[in-house]
């Protein structure tokens, strides 16, 4: 390989039965709908040991108050608090990153900033941060929030909660805490903090954090949008996006244009990794393979169908996908978009489009022997569609458990991944820069000269 300067990249984001709707209702399923941290805490291992890059937990946060006979048709993903679960699996791993999901529009900059600080102590400098902003109308009700966000308004507020908690973080000096002068009984030189004085559109704070800075300067920031203000929010915050595409020349547009746009930003196109979604199901053979994925998508449930918040179950399976008015502030735009563009261009029915797209959730789907797998892999790689994948199985367990036992070791042998990891921080296996303090180069005002406010820009 040519590009030896780049590595690809292996994140694994795991659902309790899988992400494929039919996966709690396979044979090789036995599991029930409580939270069970030693299904976890093995699965992070796993990943671990295959060198994975990180382990990712999503939150799905709040749920509807209606309960019918059709909703109790899927199954509940009720998970652990992604904090509180990531504190155990840090616990029982040392070089995976952590990556915790934090919706915006549900939390405070500083209670966030917070609890980074310290998932990154806790685990050695590998904790990363999703920043998502979806707003459901359920998940608003459960918080007691009446007035709607447009999706600009919600990105514009994304940012500027980010900005927000790394004023926070940056409010100690990296080395604040570590040479406490005993003799003089001074704990620490106050010249170290540097108060927040921050006035925004959407938040304030005033002070300083109250743990120190993170290990690794800021967590490693996450993102996932294909709308255009996503795009811009990627290439303005993002140190890693979540993406989907379901065609090698839909990837490399999008992680042309995403890339394309760091620069009026001052941020280098490696400072960013782009990792589409990818469900995989794997086997000895291309037959066995395919063997597998059919007898999940023979379980798929086609009652009660929805379609970008818009209910479809009294239209036929097998006829076409009706005209569906597109809502400029809906949740998940660019998923959206993608969805109707399949189906008009491709003619598909809502049954095709349903087995074709929705099972995966819009990602790539792979299903064939460990070279159709590592084939796919290395193409979108080399040829830039992605710096790397965000590994969605569709069930579980055996579904990851092949994936690490069959198709890394073949990534490893065509040398496109570790086999070992080369640093102890999530950043510094990740290839991205840590953040300097900007203002450990500022001489501090004089105690009775108060700092200025820091605006949000």
């Known amino acids: ?30 599991d029930n709908g409580r939270p069970d941290v030693a299904w976890y805490l093995e699965a992070a291992k796993l990943a671990e040991a295959a060198k994975f890059d990180t382990f990712f937990l999503a939150d799905f946060i709040g749920r509807s108050g209606t309960v019918t006979p059709d909703t109790g048709r899927s199954p ?44 990154d102590h806790l685990s050695g400098g590998r904790a990363g941060w999703n920043v998502v902003s979806s707003f459901g109308e359920h998940t608003a009700a459960n918080f007691g929030i009446e007035e709607p966000r447009s999706h600009e308004e ?13 004023a ?23 010249r170290s903090g540097h108060p927040v004085h921050f006035k925004g559109k959407y938040f304030s704070s005033e002070g300083l954090l109250d743990y120190p800075r ?23 915050v993002a140190e890693m996006t979540y993406c989907s595409a379901t065609s090698l020349g839909v990837a490399q547009a999008y992680y042309a244009d995403v890339k394309s746009r760091m620069a009026k930003y001052g941020r280098h196109e490696d400072q960013l990794k782009i990792t589409p979604g990818l469900s995989v199901v794997v086997a000895e053979s291309d037959q066995e393979a395919q063997d597998r994925f059919g ?42 978009q993608q969805q109707l563009e399949l189906a008009r261009r491709e003619n598909l029915s809502i049954r095709q ?9 819009g990602h790539l789907q792979a299903v064939g022997s460990v070279k159709t797998v590592a084939d796919l892999i290395e193409q979108w790689f080399v040829e830039r569609g992605a710096d790397g994948f965000n590994v969605v199985p569709p069930y579980l367990p055996q579904g990851f458990a092949d994936f690490t036992r069959l198709v890394v ?17 999530y950043r510094e296996n990740l290839g991205l820069d840590r953040p300097a303090n900007p203002n450990a180069a500022l001489t501090p005002a004089p105690a009775s000269a108060p700092a200025p406010a820091r605006k949000a820009a």
């Not at 709707?21 to 399923?29: F, G, I, L, Y």
């Not at 616990?91 to 529009?105: D, K, P, S």
């Open 76 to 119: 509940v993903n009720y998970q652990f608090e992604p904090f509180t679960l990531l504190s155990a699996v840090a616990a029982v791993t040392e070089r995976i990153g952590l990556v915790a999901t934090v919706n915006t529009n549900y939390e405070h900059p500083y209670h966030v900033a917070r609890k980074f600080t310290s998932l």
């Open 353 to 361: 489009l349903v087995l074709r797209f929705r099972v995966a959730r």
């Open 214 to 236: 993170p290990v690794q300067g800021y967590p490693v920031f996450v993102q996932a949008g294909n709308s255009e203000t996503g795009r811009e929010f990627a290439a303005r």
């Open 168 to 190: 926070l973080w940056d409010s100690w000096d990296d080395d604040a805490f570590d040479h406490p002068d005993r003799a003089a009984g001074q704990f620490y030189d106050p």
């Open 409 to 425: 070791p073949e990534l490893q042998r065509r040398g496109l991944f570790r086999t070992e990891y080369a640093a102890k921080t």
């Open 1 to 30: 390989m040519s590009e030896n300067k780049r590595q690809l990249v292996l994140n694994v984001f795991l659902q309790r039965f899988g992400h494929h709707p039919a996966a709690w209702r396979h044979p090789s399923s036995t």
């Open 154 to 166: 919600r990105y514009e507020r994304a940012a500027e909660f980010v900005e927000l908690s790394k």
């Open 295 to 336: 007898e999940l998508q023979a379980l798929v449930d086609f009652s009660n169908l929805e379609f970008g918040g818009f209910d479809l179950s009294g239209y036929p399976l097998d006829g076409p996908l009706p005209d569906l008015p597109y809502e400029a502030g809906a949740n998940g735009k660019g998923r959206f």
